[in-house]
């Protein structure tokens, strides 16, 4: 055991503080780094959540999903247009819904799962494609457009809203008159009726020709029932009729005064528009307007030179799945078999073949490339003598006729939205675009119909 000599050398005053400082130097160094590592740690957040708020409110919404030579589509332009899309869909939705209502009718499951489906969260990416290739169109249209010498200007933006809501500062517009009407004559020759070979309507029996034989045969033959009661006019109001007096009494219609639409009522109105509305913005809404403004000047320039009339061919086919059943329809056909019961029995393309597959009139650039140039290429009257190859299967031929004839008005319209694309892929071939699939994680679902 120490003796009491080193017990009190063991406990000497001057080698306990040593001690002490000693462990209270340690413990200063671990509070040190415990401060650091909690400065650090608290720096750490903070720059997380600094990084996180620049990445979801600054770098997000302005990251570029598309580019056409210095003009960008970010992703909240792009977000802005979908929601946009949305809300045009809910809102046609609505107005279907009020006008079935309005009826007394119930809309048709048909029609509502319609706008249900696009306005799903599966159909969402179906949707954003689409709004992402309009999007870089209008791009593409505003090039072009530049190039042709066409602009669009504020004023006429302004213009263009203020009709929409109905405000016309300068008077209500003299209406113009509309374009001459495209009309084909529905004129079938002789030979074509044969060829056609339609069955004929039965004709009824009897013919009533004159009122006087229906009022001999009674009551029994549903003789219509006339009153006397006298019409008024809807200005009119009646308030008594009789059989002894069936002259109306009418009451004085009240003069209404027209209530003068303002500015300010127009702005009230235009602003109403955005209120609450966290969809989309008045900026965006004007600019959609300026695209709509340049695409119809551009259409109506090259609408301009489009013919009033075409190069036409009337025709009529058989589509099956193979080359061999379509060897096998011609040889049945070269065998005297009646086309029309043939089409009914074979033919895949079930929009027509109960009508004998009949195409109608159709000018150069509406059908598949490969059946249009057998088509324009055959003789009137005859049927193909080789099965006709396309994307769909293959096809016999019949034309019934070929001829120049005027456009009609949707020949026309089909004929400037031909045109249209067109311009459009040749603008595009003088640009640089970059396009990518980016956009597919930002397609946003909202607003749904529950919203508005």
């Known amino acids: 055991m ?7 050398e063991n406990t000497h005053p001057l080698l306990l503080n040593k001690e002490r400082k000693s462990r209270h130097e340690k413990e200063m160094k671990q509070m040190k780094w415990l401060k650091i590592g909690g400065i650090t740690v608290f720096a750490i957040v903070i720059l997380v959540l600094v990084f996180g708020a620049f990445y979801e409110y600054q770098y997000l919404p302005n990251k570029t999903i598309a580019k056409v030579q210095d003009k960008k589509i970010t992703v909240k332009e792009f977000q802005e247009a979908v929601r946009y899309q949305r809300v045009n869909l809910i809102s046609n939705y609505n107005y279907m819904a009020q006008l079935y209502q309005s009826f007394g009718m119930q809309m048709d499951e048909e029609t509502k799962s319609q706008y249900e489906t ?34 669009v200007s504020d004023a006429e933006v302004d213009n263009e809203i203020q009709s929409m809501w109905g405000y016309y500062p ?15 004559t529905p004129t079938v020759s002789e030979e ?11 004709t009824p029996t009897t013919e009533i020709t004159d009122l006087t034989s229906l009022k001999e045969s009674g ?57 609450n509305n966290p969809y989309y913005s008045k900026e965006f809404f004007r600019k959609q307007v300026y695209y709509q403004l340049l695409e119809q000047k551009v259409r109506d320039m090259l609408a301009k030179d489009i013919e009033p009339e075409a190069e036409m061919v009337w025709a009529r086919h058989i589509l099956v ?30 929009s027509n073949n109960t009508k004998g597959g009949d195409l109608g009139w159709f000018m150069k650039g509406v059908m598949d490339p490969d059946f249009e140039k057998a088509a324009f290429e055959q003789e009137v009257g005859t049927y193909s003598k080789e099965p006709v190859k396309t994307q769909y299967g293959y096809h016999v031929i019949q034309v019934v006729g070929h001829e120049v004839r005027p456009l009609t008005s949707t020949d026309r319209s089909n004929a400037i939205d031909r045109a249209y694309k067109n311009w459009l892929e040749n603008a595009k071939s003088n640009l640089k675009i970059e396009t990518g699939s980016d956009w597919v994680d930002f397609v946003p679902v909202e607003p749904t119909l529950s919203d508005l």
């Open 170 to 184: 300068n008077g209500t517009p003299t209406p113009r008159p509309s374009e001459t009407p495209f009309a084909n």
């Open 118 to 151: 696009q306005l799903s969260e599966p159909y969402a990416g179906i949707l954003g494609q689409q709004v992402y290739n309009t999007m870089v169109n209008q791009l593409i249209l505003e090039y072009g457009a530049k190039a042709a010498g066409i602009t």
């Open 219 to 275: 009551p029994e033959a549903n003789t219509p029932v006339v009153t006397d009661t006298p019409t008024l006019s809807p200005t009119a109001t009646q308030t008594e009729v009789s059989s002894e007096s069936p002259t109306p009494v009418l009451s004085p219609t009240p003069s209404l005064t027209p209530t003068t639409y303002t500015e300010e009522m127009f702005q009230n109105n235009f602003n109403r528009q955005f209120e």
């Open 192 to 202: 074509q009726l044969k060829l056609l070979n339609y069955t004929e309507t039965p």
């Open 321 to 350: 799945s193979t080359e061999d059943e379509a060897k096998k329809v011609i040889e049945r056909l070269n065998n005297g078999e009646d086309w029309n019961a043939l089409a009914a029995e074979v033919s895949t393309d079930t």
């Open 2 to 8: 120490p003796n009491q000599e080193e017990k009190k």
